[in-house]
């Protein structure tokens, strides 16, 4: 069965520090993988990912997908208080008209 | 920039009932989506929409679950003889295709959150 797994389930850290999001996966057929943050309702979109080792980067965030090993990380440099969302990692999959998404990590940045 | 709508935003019925969810993509994507995330859970991928039919549906989205674009702008989900379990949000999103036939992001409507009573 395929599944997307991400780790932790959820982080509690103070602002300035660090964070890695972790996200692997097991689908059949990949296409990309994807990172959301979800705040109140709607995800929404961070990174799209489709090959190994090309870091993406958008200000205080990066991710980097490895395809031999099957998984991504999501890194967030400097938190804020707004950084503090649910993350959702989500795997396109089959014909490409098929998306599983992981549980989420939800991190809450504390001033 | 343009963006997704979901209509509505909450709605209550009864366990038996019919519902219509509805959703405007944007204008000029081609795939669109559905997914629900029930209260505490994971977003589960429901159901995707092509070139006016069905391309991918998960086992989640049986007989009971219906999906149609009756006039070209509108993408509405009908869940028919609802029952509790259906209580979740529902999200509707869409996406459009770069240059070299590349299917770009999705963008993610608000969401509708059904309470079946």
């Known amino acids: 069965e395929d599944k997307v797994v991400q780790s932790p389930l959820s982080l509690v850290v103070h602002e300035g520090d660090t964070v890695t999001l972790n996200c692997s996966y097991e689908?059949?057929?990949?296409?990309?993988l994807l990172w959301y943050k979800q705040e109140k309702k709607a995800p929404t979109f961070l990174f799209m990912l489709?090959?190994?080792?090309i870091e993406k980067k958008s200000g205080r965030l990066s991710s980097i997908l490895d395809k031999k090993e099957l998984f991504s990380i999501l890194n967030i440099t400097a938190t804020q208080t707004g950084d503090s969302a649910i993350y959702l990692c989500?795997?396109?999959?089959?014909?490409?008209?098929?998306?599983?998404f992981g549980t989420g990590t939800s991190l809450t940045v504390i001033p | 920039e343009p963006e997704v709508t979901q209509t509505p935003s909450h709605q209550v019925t009864q366990m038996g009932q019919e519902v219509i969810l509805r959703c405007v993509p944007i204008?000029?994507?081609?795939?669109f989506y559905w997914y629900r995330q029930i209260l505490g859970q994971k977003v589960e991928f429901l159901v995707s929409?092509?070139?006016?039919?069905?391309?991918?549906k998960s086992e989640i989205f049986d007989d009971q679950f219906s999906v149609e674009r009756p006039d070209g702008s509108n993408f509405t989900l009908k869940i028919r003889s609802t029952k509790l379990e259906d209580s979740a949000m529902y999200f509707c999103?869409?996406?459009?295709?770069?240059?070299?036939?590349?299917?770009?992001?999705?963008?993610f409507g608000a969401g509708t959150r059904l309470s079946v009573l």
């Open positions: 489709t090959s190994s080792g």
């Open positions: 689908v059949t057929n990949f296409r990309s």
């Open positions: 999103a869409s996406s459009g295709r770069l240059a070299g036939g590349v299917k770009n992001i999705q963008y």
């Open positions: 929409f092509y070139n006016n039919e069905i391309s991918e």
């Open positions: 989500a795997v396109e999959a089959l014909g490409g008209n098929q998306f599983y």
């Open positions: 204008s000029n994507h081609l795939y």
